[in-house]
């Protein structure tokens, strides 16, 4: 499998446009987390979700963030509008979450760089 | 938040071991506690997991205490390239893992 893939690895744009990071997770995985990661707050849960669903959206900052998930094999991460400090490392990671055991392995894409100035 | 604790920042000769702790005093009973680690400029990686046993892999050891309120990684012959970040990590609720601040390996030549 080529694991979990995100899309872009850079964006650079400016205050004010709107900005869409992508993720696909790894086939078979039923859950989906999008991160986000600062030298000022760490590595920071923003929502997930199981089975499509969003579970726990209490880390998304404000309005201005949103995700979806059509289908089992991509998600959306948007932004807008987008501000100066929204710039940060965005991740995605997946996991197969087995029934009745609670297992929770996370594996990570390689991130989305964004750059709002 | 995260509910585990870890020193800053640990040094390791290369090709000796790196033993790195953990407390997560309160875990509950049916809650596993997990190893990830962070390359600079990568996503995450998992490395480990354990609930109440010891656990090996190819990467590492995991060494649980009895009480399950602490823990220690042990990478047995630590490499330049083990250079990263290491959070370790107890599922707070359904699916959903929180990293603190972690510890910051640095494996010396």
């Known amino acids: 499998d080529a694991g979990v893939i995100q899309s872009p690895r850079h964006e650079v744009t400016e205050m004010g446009q709107e900005v869409t990071l992508r993720c696909k997770p790894i086939s078979g995985h039923n859950s989906l987390f999008w991160y986000r990661q600062t030298m000022m707050r760490g590595l920071e849960l923003l929502i997930y979700?199981?089975?499509?669903?969003?579970?726990?959206d209490s880390g998304m900052p404000e309005d201005r963030f949103s995700a979806k998930m059509p289908n089992a094999s991509f998600s959306t991460l948007k932004i807008q509008p987008s501000e100066p400090r929204d710039s940060a490392v965005y991740f995605c990671?997946?996991?197969?979450?087995?029934?009745?055991?609670?297992?929770?392995?996370?594996?990570f894409g390689a991130g989305t760089r964004l750059s709002v100035l | 938040d995260a509910k585990t604790t870890q020193p800053t920042s640990m040094d390791c000769a290369e090709g000796r071991a790196a033993n790195l702790p953990c407390n997560h005093s309160t875990i509950s009973g049916n809650e596993y506690v997990y190893w990830y680690r962070q390359i600079h400029s990568q996503g995450p990686q998992y490395i480990i997991h354990g609930l109440k046993n010891n656990e090996t892999n190819e990467m590492a050891s995991l060494i649980i205490t009895e009480d399950r309120k602490s823990s220690t990684l042990i990478l047995p012959h630590a490499t330049l390239r083990d250079t990263a970040v290491y959070y370790c990590?107890?599922?707070?609720?359904?699916?959903?893992?929180?990293f603190g601040p972690g510890t910051s390996l640095s494996v010396i030549p």
């Open positions: 979700f199981n089975n499509n669903v969003p579970i726990d």
């Open positions: 990590i107890d599922k707070t609720s359904y699916d959903k893992v929180i």
């Open positions: 990671a997946s996991s197969r979450w087995t029934t009745g055991e609670g297992k929770n392995i996370q594996y």
